[in-house]
């Protein structure tokens, strides 16, 4: 959308009072979206999103100025803007950036959207089914959204980069009542892929799931409350790792000294039973991307192996202040914003414990099927997750659903208490969003069954 | 190609984005085109790390093609790509289904003005960009200074915006108004021994004269960071629950959401069906008021140019109103309460009347119970009204704190927790949407050991 020749002028007007490095970080993002809500479909929606964001560093800081106005002129004043965190003296800086090509982990050859009819068809077909289901289902809400996201990247250190991402996603909230009760089952599932995705995964099957979660959850009894063990179910469970470990892991907590991570690589903080890998080149994930939005190849990053912390997510500023260089983990939310060291894919491999073992030993616990969310404080590793789809475990086998159960812990202590991993590791449904100082960026979770020997539950059954 | 859009012409931008959808075959339409001049400084330590400064732009439109409804958000302003924008917009609409709540709100007389809403200040507008450098230095050094234990942050943040929105729909509405926001924050980094915490605070206003001052931001953060070292893990137990005032805010979020007619529409809410019941306590007065001068929650009319009142919405624990927007009000037999954000329903000024004892004083008639500071987590649960958080806070014992708790989780519902509000304190501030004065609850549930 920009000609090389201009970027090669504004990244010298960005340095001219100095500086180490500038990027331009070009988007246009077209997304459309259809709702159905009490039956029929209720709205539709769609945004574009285009501008150029201009980011100068020096040293640990950085200028950054935006503008949707896509002139010349325009960029030229913004890459002003950012300059000033230079204070250096005028200087001639002559950048040249070259055509540099990028290996995709997704198909970048769809360049439009399907027609409207295909996305509401979608929605009908997952009501139909979620209704069909059980005459207790009192309500279904489906969104389908697809995105089509252009970035162009041009550096002070030479490069010209394209990337193309896809990202489709279709959720489909369940409702069931009973006698005046009522509970939500939320399953949703796409990928950097097309609409073409759902010919496989369909949406019947997505509204099912939906509406199994919903007429379990309607049953359920209060969460105990206190300290128990805990099983966590494969694929969903990975939120664990995003929150009690992740978020951690990201550079510019630990550059900071701020996590408690920090000036660990090397030591163990894990039970050895735990690996945990980051990967943002996995085919068609939703976390995937072929490049970072710093124009740095999405890698396969082995964050903690057999108990050992190895390694961080970096950025370029973190990385290149850090000594060990981008691991091609800086994401930012839109032009808008400066690119933060995120995650893409996290997730545990496979163990050797068979899972019906794994319940089996397990005398009294919860089964965190999966999470609707949760948050964690990064300097202790405090955390908190709300519990999707749960069930009591009791001498061994698994028992009632439970309601509303929130699981509090700490990320390096749950971690040191993982006593089985299981052989079952798969990534989640494909629709988990992760915020971080306000920046929301689409992110996978994976994980097998894994038991953690003791957390604190909370719900309002005491004793 | 792309014109110069200025708050001067915005009014007139946003009508040719309006005449566009007609042309286009919309039966009505709306635009609202916001331009907003931000900037933020970032300081750690001694030195400035980050600096932002930009001016951005969105126009919204919303096409209604005989009840049938789509929404654009764009910042594209190429006329060419506009029109294609907005025709895409109309073609969408055609695949939604008819409903006849949905249509723009009938104008009654002229739309309101900011006159006398004190929305604009011109000591945030004119302020140069050196001293709000110097500022966010400055809670840099006064949190260190405060404690030797704040030995590093994860960055201290002053900013500020200038906003125009303008706002016309082929009602014959034609508005606009300006606005500023200035918010200054701190976030330490706590050291003591192996024990490492991190803590924040912020304060945000539409004018520097009403702003917390950078010392008091820089205090509050450093004792929210320092005063939970030591904390340790409670016992699980029912007793008293005190609510500081910002986690309060926390649960008024959660209770507004009950009480959007969107939510009470489609039965995801435990409000459902109760107005006139008595919910809450005798000292539980909850209004919405987008009309309070100066406030952040304040404008002269909503996002789709309702004008903004004062909404009571419980009175002495009783449940007046739901909050509507036009599409919701005309579906549920009510009228518009001011609530639009042009797509949904949202807060305006949402809070709970002050009561007249101190927060110590709280404390002090407690006997045995939780003051909670912090919470984490969120809720999802409208339908069913159940609470549950994470938490952090203070252990009270004989009317006094007896010392810092963390790990544990607070559970109720709301029901549960509205009715059983026993005090109600005087540390009511305005320093967002929704606000808040501490309060305590009679019982909870809290998971500890």
Redesign the interface.
């Known amino acids: 959308m920009l000609d090389p020749a201009d970027v090669n002028r504004i990244l010298s007007t960005a340095l001219e009072r100095g500086g180490d490095y500038a990027d331009v970080f070009c988007e ?1 993002r077209l997304a ?1 979206s ?1 709702r159905l ?2 039956g ?12 150029v964001g201009i980011r100068v560093i020096v ?13 010349f002129e325009a960029l030229q004043r ?1 890459a002003r ?1 950012a300059s ?2 230079a204070r250096g003296n005028s200087q001639e800086r002559s950048v040249r950036v070259r055509d540099t090509g990028v290996t995709p982990y997704y198909d970048a050859s769809r360049t439009a959207h399907a027609d ?2 295909a996305y ?1 068809k979608l929605l009908e077909r997952a009501q139909i089914a979620a209704r069909e289901f059980d005459p207790r289902v ?2 279904v ?1 489906a969104t389908v959204t697809d995105e089509l996201q252009d970035v162009w990247i041009g550096t002070s250190d030479g490069r010209w980069l394209h990337d193309h991402r896809p990202l489709i996603s279709l959720g489909v909230q369940v ?1 069931c009542s009973r006698n005046g ?4 089952g939320f399953v949703g599932d796409g990928g950097r892929t097309s609409i073409a995705f759902y010919e496989t995964r369909t949406p019947e099957s997505i509204a099912l799931e939906a509406a199994r979660i919903a007429a379990s959850n309607v049953e359920a009894v209060p969460a105990p ?3 128990m063990e805990m099983v966590v179910g494969s694929g969903g469970g990975g939120v664990l790792l995003h929150e009690a470990v992740g978020h951690g892991l990201e550079s510019d907590f630990n550059r ?3 996590s ?1 991570y920090s000036g660990r690589i090397g030591e163990r903080v894990a039970s050895d039973l735990v690996t945990i890998y980051d990967d943002g080149n996995l085919e068609g994930e939703r976390g995937s991307i072929s490049i970072d939005d710093e124009g740095n190849p999405g890698a396969h990053k082995v964050l903690v192996e057999n108990g050992v912390l190895r390694g961080y997510m970096q950025d370029h500023l973190n990385g290149t202040l850090m000594g060990v260089g981008s691991t091609g983990s800086g994401r930012r939310q839109s032009f ?1 914003v ?1 690119p933060q060291p995120r995650m893409c894919n996290t997730y545990m491999p496979n163990g050797d414990s068979a899972v019906e073992e794994i319940i089996a030993s397990t005398k009294r616990g919860i089964y965190a099927k999966s999470f ?9 590793g ?5 519990v999707a789809e749960g069930y009591l475990i009791e001498n061994g086998k698994v028992t009632a659903p439970v ?4 699981i ?3 990320g390096p202590e749950v971690m040191t208490k993982v006593v089985a991993v299981g052989n079952d590791s798969r990534l989640a449904n494909r629709h988990y969003t992760c915020g971080k100082g306000g920046q929301y960026v689409p992110v996978g979770v994976g994980m097998p069954t894994v038991k953690i020997s003791s957390v ?5 059954n ?1 004793g | 190609m792309s014109v110069e859009i200025t708050p001067d012409n915005a009014v007139d931008y946003a009508q040719a984005a309006v005449d566009a959808a007609l042309a286009s075959g919309a039966s009505q339409a709306e635009a609202t085109l916001s331009i907003a001049d931000r900037f933020s400084a970032e300081a750690r330590d001694k030195a400035v790390t980050k600096l932002e400064q930009s001016t951005g732009r969105s126009l919204h439109v919303r096409v209604f093609v005989d009840g049938r409804k789509a929404a654009l958000a764009t910042s594209d302003f190429d006329r060419g790509h506009l029109k294609d924008a907005i025709a895409a917009a109309v073609a969408q609409a055609r695949h939604v289904a008819s409903d006849p709540y949905t249509v723009l709100p009938e104008m009654n007389g002229a739309p309101r003005n900011a006159d006398g809403l004190s929305l604009f200040a011109s000591d945030v507008a004119n302020r140069d960009a050196q001293s709000k450098i110097d500022e966010a230095l400055q809670i840099e050094r006064r949190m260190r200074e405060i404690d030797p234990r704040i030995t590093n942050s994860n960055g201290s943040h002053v900013g500020d915006s200038v906003s125009t929105i303008a706002l016309v729909n082929s009602n014959g509405f034609a508005g606009s108004y300006r606005s500023t926001r200035v918010h200054r924050s701190g976030s330490p980094v706590a050291l003591d021994g192996e024990a490492k915490r991190t803590g924040s605070y912020g304060s945000a206003s539409r004018s520097l004269g009403e702003m917390e001052s950078a010392n008091a931001v820089a205090e509050k953060a450093v004792r929210r960071t320092v005063e939970l070292f030591g904390a340790r893990k409670p016992a699980t137990m029912r007793v008293p629950v005190i609510f500081e005032r910002d986690v309060a805010a926390s649960v008024l979020s959660d209770l507004f959401a009950a009480l959007s007619a969107s939510n009470v529409s489609v039965g995801n809410s435990w409000l459902a069906g109760r107005t006139g019941e008595k919910i809450g306590s005798d000292i539980v007065t909850i209004d919405d008021d987008g009309t309070l001068p100066g406030l952040l929650g304040t404008s002269p009319f909503d996002g789709e140019g309702v004008p903004t009142q004062r909404t009571a919405v419980f009175e002495r624990g009783i449940l007046k109103t739901f909050l509507y927007d036009t599409y919701y009000a005309l579906k549920l037999g009510a009228r518009s309460t001011g609530n639009s954000t042009g797509g949904g329903v949202g807060p305006n000024n949402f809070y709970l009347h002050a009561g007249d004892r101190s927060l110590d004083e709280l404390i002090a008639g407690t006997q045995r119970g939780v003051l909670v500071l912090d919470t984490i987590g969120f809720a999802t649960e409208h339908a069913s009204g159940t609470y549950s958080r994470g938490a952090r806070g203070f252990y009270i014992e004989n009317g006094e704190i007896a010392y810092p708790i963390e790990e544990f989780t607070i559970a109720g519902s709301f029901p549960e927790m509205l009715g059983g509000i026993d005090a109600v304190a005087d540390d009511l501030r305005f320093d967002g949407g929704v606000v808040s004065p501490s309060f305590r609850v009679r019982e909870m549930t809290i998971s500890g050991d």
């Open positions: 246009r459309t259809f809500q009490s029929q479909i209720h709205e539709s929606g769609l945004s574009v999103t285009q501008g040293g640990e800081s950085a200028g950054y100025a935006y503008s949707d106005d896509l002139s913004a803007i000033l965190i409207s009819a509401v009192s309500a809400n409702v009760d009522r509970a939500q409350a206190g300290e900071q000294g701020v408690l808008r400066m609707s969310g949760g948050q964690v404080e990064i300097s202790r405090d955390f908190v997750f709300m309601k509303n159960a929130t509090v812990g700490n604190t539950v909370g719900g309002s005491v």
